[in-house]
């Protein structure tokens, strides 16, 4: 059953509404994110076989480089349209804001009902793709990167978590949820591989060594 967290402190009636909805959503089907599903471990492996291997290098990174969230339609934007798509039941105002819904964080476990208790995490971060051959990119590219919905690198979780996860590749974290890190290193591999970025040595063992037991 999935764990449910309130971050603010609440009046005994906005106790007592929490406490119904809480209710309610233990009993409503479990919100799960929608990323895209990534390649299969066979097809992983091949491709970590073919990423060139390099040491990584930030000079000159910066996250405004990479230009997100854009607009996606309409009035809604990149993370508007994440926070959308990986939960269930969510409504949006005019101006395309989640107002409610439920999350479910595969990172770890983790639901929650509160928009703005979630980040939409690049899997592969932008400062790894900075250190990885994003720097001889073009503007254009980095902003599709930062804002790509078709393959698995975008995706709604604990803001906690993310913060946490920060830039770092699979040589130093993982998901907490042990279940859910066979699918993070398969998106990771396919990110790497359709838009050209090598891999270090301790993140081509780490993600080697994850491969082999999916």
């Given amino acids: 059953m999935p764990r449910f967290y309130a971050r603010r402190r609440l ?3 906005a106790a007592a509404t929490a406490l119904i909805s809480s209710v309610a959503l233990f009993n409503a089907p479990t919100a799960s994110a929608a990323l ?12 970590l076989a073919s990423l060139t291997v390099a040491t990584e290098d930030r000079t000159g990174y910066d996250r405004d480089l990479f230009p997100h969230w854009i607009t ?6 990149t993370r508007e349209v994440v926070l959308k798509r990986d939960g269930t039941n969510v409504q949006q105002d ?3 804001a989640a107002t409610s819904g439920s999350w479910y964080s595969v990172y770890d476990g983790a639901t929650w009902t509160a928009a703005s208790d979630l980040d939409i995490d690049h899997l592969v971060p932008l400062a790894e793709a900075w250190d990885s051959g994003a720097d001889s990119w073009t503007t254009s590219r980095r902003q599709s990167f930062a804002n790509d919905l078709t ?3 975008l995706i709604a979780v604990t803001d906690n978590v993310n913060q946490a996860k920060g830039d770092q590749d699979p040589a130093t974290w993982m998901p ?9 290193v398969r998106a990771w591999v396919q990110v790497k591989y359709y838009y050209g970025l090598s891999v270090d040595s301790a993140e081509k063992s780490a993600l080697q060594n994850s491969l082999a037991s999916c």
């Avoid at 907490?176 to 890190?181: D, G, L, M, P, Q």
């Fill in 176 to 184: 907490s949820r042990t279940a859910y890190r066979c699918t993070y």
């Fill in 36 to 47: 895209p599903t990534p390649v299969s471990a066979a097809t992983a492996r091949t491709y």
């Fill in 72 to 77: 996606q339609s309409g009035s809604c934007n």
């Fill in 11 to 13: 009046s005994v009636a």
């Fill in 94 to 96: 005019s101006s395309c």
């Fill in 151 to 153: 393959r698995p690198q």
